[in-house]
C-alpha cells in the first residue's frame, strides 16, 4: 500500500508542479494582451479568453523589437531612450543594475554562467557546484592579489537566491558537466546525480 502512494506521488507531483509553473507563466505573459484595444481581444469577437495568445504576442513583440533595434535607426532609438532612463533618479539605478545583469547573462561572447564549477563553500572542506560569472573589475582588482575569478554559488533547492564571491582561479574546479545539469543537480539536492568527470582548471 505505501509502495503504491509514493510511487503515484513520484508521478503526480513533477507534472503538478510543472503544470503549475506553466500554467503561472503563460497567466502572466497573457497580461501583454491588455496592450490590444478591447475590440481585438479574443473576448469581444469570441466570447471567451484564449490562454496562451499572450505567449505568442510577447514573443513577437520580442522579435520585433530585435528586428527594429538590428538596424542604425533602432540603434539610436535604444540609444536615447537608455539617456532618457539614465537622468531619472531612482530609475536610472535600477534600470542600470538589470540592464547590466541581463547584457552579462545573454551575452553570447560573454562567460557568465557558461561553466559548472566545484569549489570549496562555506568553508574548507565542504564542496559545492557553483557558476562562473567573469572576473573582478573596477577598484577591486587593486585589493586582490593574483588570479581571481567570480563566481556565483547557488542555494538549494531555489538556485535563484545565492552569493556572489570571488576566489582564486586556482581554487576552483572546472567540471566537466553542462550548465544545465549543474542546475538540475542542485535543484535536486544531489538527487540527480550527473554523469560525467570533473577536472581542474589550469
Known sequence: MKKYLITGLLIWI??????????LVVDMLDQSLLLLPPALRTESWL?????????????????LTGAVTANLIGQRLVHF?????????????????????????????GDAFRKALLVQWPREGMWTIAFLTGTPGGDV????????????VPT??????GYFVMMPR???????????????????MGVAS???SGKRKP
Open 81 to 109: 531612450w537608455h539617456e532618457i532612463l539614465h537622468r531619472i533618479p531612482v530609475v536610472s539605478s535600477i534600470y542600470s543594475s538589470v540592464k547590466q545583469v541581463s547584457d552579462t547573462l545573454f551575452s553570447s561572447s
Open 47 to 63: 466570447g471567451i479568453h484564449i490562454p496562451g495568445l499572450g505567449v505568442l504576442l510577447t514573443l513577437l513583440i520580442v522579435f
Open 194 to 196: 550527473p554523469n560525467g
Open 141 to 152: 582588482t587593486r585589493h586582490l592579489q593574483g588570479d581571481f575569478v567570480s563566481v556565483y
Open 14 to 23: 513533477p507534472l503538478v508542479i510543472t503544470i503549475w509553473v506553466l500554467k
Open 170 to 188: 586556482k581554487d576552483v574546479i572546472e567540471l566537466d558537466m553542462s550548465v544545465d545539469m549543474a542546475l538540475k543537480y542542485v535543484i535536486s
Open 156 to 161: 538549494t533547492p531555489n538556485p535563484t537566491g
